[in-house]
Antibody
């Protein structure tokens, strides 16, 4: 069974850093683009970043460019998101998702909550 | 960025009755291969999103055929032929043709 399990969320002060991870299982991780999508409390969905199969191509939404970095470790079937210079508006549930075809994601993890507050 | 505009934002529906959600994009969503990368997602209360439809009208495995997608270019629709209690939640359209991918604001479906 396909699974995506996020971890690494928590409470962090403004300006701080966190590293989120997503452990993938049940499919050949290295075959797929992967994404991070976030959802602020009570709000809608916002795509954050994408990475291609070997990590050579990455895309980040403008609001996180220069602060967040998506990466992957195919040997470990792991997707990561490095979050730096965190702001209150980065408070959200961060979901890992598999992009099984161009321009869409099919499976989502359960999400990990990041709270940026002093 | 491509703006995705959904309407209505709130949709009270009687059980067994149909429901329809509109999604309009600020740019044409046909990609260079001729595909239109428009998906629909359902998010039940307290759960992660679940994809229902991709490429306008292709239904995901396990999605009841009560759900259907249609449209072209910049105008798209998700229809539920007969709403069931299990359909309560927020529905999002998403475009994956243009970077960055963008979502609609979400439409909350509730039972009257």
């Amino acid at each position: 069974e396909m699974q995506l399990v996020e971890s690494g969320g928590g409470l962090v002060q403004p300006g701080g850093s966190l590293r989120l991870s997503c452990a993938a299982s049940g499919f050949t991780f290295s075959y797929y683009w992967m994404s991070w999508v976030r959802q602020a409390p009570g709000k809608g969905l916002e795509w954050v970043a994408n990475i291609n199969q070997d990590g050579s191509e990455t895309y980040h939404v403008d609001s996180v460019k220069g602060r967040f970095t998506i990466s992957r470790d195919n040997a470990e079937s792991s997707l990561n998101l490095e979050l730096n210079s965190l702001r209150a508006e980065d408070t959200a549930v961060y979901y890992c998702a598999r992009a099984e075809a161009p321009g869409t994601v099919d499976h989502w993890g359960q999400g990990t909550l990041v709270i940026v507050s002093s | 960025d491509v703006v995705m505009t959904q309407s209505p934002l709130s949709l009270p529906v009687t059980l067994g009755q149909p429901a329809s959600i509109s999604c309009r994009s600020s740019q044409n969503l046909v990609d260079t291969n001729g595909n239109t990368l428009l998906s629909w997602f359902q998010q039940r209360p307290g759960q992660s999103p679940r994809r229902l439809i991709y490429k306008i009208a292709d239904r995901d495995s396990g999605v009841p055929d009560r759900f259907s997608g249609s449209g072209s270019g910049t105008d798209f629709t998700l229809k539920i032929s007969r709403v069931e209690a299990d359909d309560v939640g927020v529905y999002y359209c998403m475009q994956g043709t243009h970077w960055p991918w963008t979502f609609g604001q979400g439409t909350k479906v509730e039972i009257k």
